[in-house]
């Protein structure tokens, strides 16, 4: 038996599984899950619609501001697919420059647009490039292209000034300006624009949309160009006045250096013309430019690129002009000369083109000076009068040209080239030229006594002297000296008008000279060139020239010119006693007659003076053995001069420019010669017929003069003057 107290023994099949297995397989009563308590509700319904609108207005914003940075990105993006290599934006002209040398190969003036070459931050004077920031855009190296802070404040200056908000301040950065002046991407084409000008109206508008692609053009040029780069771009691109495009031309046209030696006074002055380019260019007020550029260097200083002391002393130190850019020496000359080279490498030049000129600026100084005082000292106070001055070498190289009052200009009206003014007795040379070509001697003597010519269709014709007065028989050397009409009618009916008028053109006058009788008078119209020129074949011995400026053309860069000179001296006109003879007669003129006024300094001058009808245009014109100059006095309107004659004001200034002229120069003798003999005394001839008009052969003529008096003619002008003698 066993015992009760024991336990009892396992059986067979407990011992085949663990205990523990039983215990994993008992199953567990799954607790109860709690049910989760519902949020209490908070605040009213107004609360919960102000959130709904929150939560609206969340959603909408950053899809739609996903939306805008997208099409931004798209925008800019494409804008920077079209941005071209920074090299290629430096120089944006769409015409080339034209820079004028005198004869000494010093510059003297500029045409077309300016480059003076490519620049950058690193090369430009650090002057130059701290003022350019400073005062175009002081955050420029910290914003992303635009200038939220500028803008704003932009907007706060033009409503305070009673402007629209975009009227007015623009708080355009340099990116942006840049990116105006690049129009934005848009090049300039002859073809789609009418003018340039118009092109450049279109890259300057203001319209909202106008800015906004402004805007996104400048983002891209941010992401494809760096800081530096856009600066250089803007440096290279703005327009700084006086025709020069880039801080380089600049540079070199007011101060004659180049942009990397600029003081910080010159920098600050370039800089200040980024505002208003033409009205603050040195050139145009130097005050003005020096007050602007004050400011900038304020500026500079409150910006921490200059001390206060360095502010101090640059502002009392301001910027000048280089002696070149002051005298603005020549632009009278300048246009000429411009109009005489071909136009596709002057007026419409594409390339950048050196042109080398006759000009002496020395010279040029001298004439503009002369004018000045004659008129300071001489002229009524107020008088509109106006007057021309040309000077020439005898080959026709012209050295000076003065075409109006007003010197330092250019691009106006020029009278010693455009103003074609009858000559009045200024002519008179060439009918006793075409005389002494045929064998005449300055001795031969003519009768100033009262002559009629009948002129078919027209009536009788009767000239008078200045004087109205008759002096009997007179050599042609007194005709000529006391400038006589009635004679030099005489002698040109007797050697020909036809031979007078070639004579006369073959010098080098190219007006359409006058049919009749007075065209021994001056009734034809010249220019001031033309006739100065043809004076200057007189000196020359008795060829012709053509007057001249241009020495040669070449492109920048190159050493061989694209072409030479096309003046000079032409053919033999008159034999060279001829011409000899004739300067002794006009050297009368000075020294015994109307041309008295002229003489200076113990030199031989020779010339002539002339008055046309109602004293409309005076003249004098005149040479010594160095130089040839033409002076013409009068008014645009024609209105008659008051008591002016050739021999008068004309002289004067004629006078007081070679003065100058002269400084320094040796005297030498005129190349003239005295006629041989003494001056006879010829008989009174018989009357002749005064419808002879027929050309007669070199033998007869020469037989008539020393046989006979000097007859009359026909003719076909009536409105001819009745002056033309000088006193």
Known sequence: MSDSRKGKRPLVADRRYPKTRAKTTAKK???????????????????????WVLRLIWKVTWRVTFVACTVLALAVGYF????????????????????????DNAVFAWRGDQFGGAVTTETVAPGLKNAVVATEDKRFYRHFGLSPRGIASAVRINLSEG??????????????????????????????WKTEAAYVADCRRGSLARKAKEAIYALAMEVKYSKDEILSIYMNRAYMGGGA??????????????????????GAMLAGLLTAPSRLAPTSDLQRSQDRAATVLRLM??????????????????????????????GYFADWVMSTGPEFFTRNTTEDVIIRTTLDQRIQRSAEEALKFVFENK???????????????????????????????????????????????????????????????????VDDAPLTIDIPGSGPWSPKNYDNKFRGRVTLTESLAQSLNIPTVKVAESV???????????????????????????????????????????????????????IDLRLQGDDQPLMGTGGGIGERVIQENAAAELIWVMEKVVSQGTGGRAQFGGREIAGKTGTT??????????FTADYVTGVWMGYDDNTPLTGVTGGGLPTEIWKETMVRVHEGLPVRPLPMRAPAGVAPQPQQPAPRSQQRDVPRSTEGLIQMLLNDILGGGSGSRTNENRSGSDR
Request: hydrophobic letters at 40%; aromatic letters at 8%; charged letters at 20%.
């Open 29 to 51: 009563p799954a607790p109860k899950r709690r049910k989760a308590a519902k949020p209490k509700r908070s605040g009213n319904i107004l609360t919960r619609a102000f959130r």
């Open 80 to 103: 920077w697919t079209t941005l071209p290599d920074v090299e290629r934006l430096l120089d944006g002209r769409a015409r080339g420059s034209v820079t004028l040398m005198d004869q």
């Open 163 to 192: 402007r629209g908000a975009l009227q007015g301040h623009g708080g355009s950065t340099i990116t942006q300006q840049t990116a105006k002046l690049l129009c934005l991407g848009v090049e300039y084409d002859p073809s789609e």
């Open 245 to 266: 495009y880039g801080a380089e031309a600049a540079s070199q046209r007011y101060f004659g250096k180049h942009a990397a030696e600029v003081t910080p006074a010159e």
């Open 301 to 330: 200083g409150e910006q921490g690129y200059l001390s206060g002391a360095e502010v101090a002393k640059w502002q009392a130190n301001p910027a000048v002009l280089s002696a070149a850019a002051r005298r603005q020496a020549g």
């Open 379 to 445: 002229v009524r106070e107020g008088s509109k009068a106006q007057a021309a001055i040309v000077v020439m070498s005898a080959d026709g190289a012209v050295r000076a040209m003065v075409g109006g009052r007003e010197t330092r200009v250019s691009g106006v009206f020029n009278r010693a080239i455009q103003a074609e003014r009858q000559t009045g007795s200024a002519f008179k040379p060439f009918v006793y030229a075409a005389a002494l070509e045929l064998g005449y001697s300055p001795y031969d003597t």
């Open 496 to 550: 020909g008008r036809d031979l007078v008028r070639r004579i006369a053109s073959d010098f080098g006058i190219e007006s359409d000279l006058a049919a009749g009788p007075a065209l021994a008078l001056g009734a034809s119209e010249s220019t001031l060139l033309e006739m100065t020129g043809a004076y200057a074949g007189i000196l020359n011995g008795g060829s012709s020239v053509t007057p001249y400026g241009l």
């Open 613 to 622: 009808q109602a004293a409309r245009d005076a003249w004098f014109i005149g």
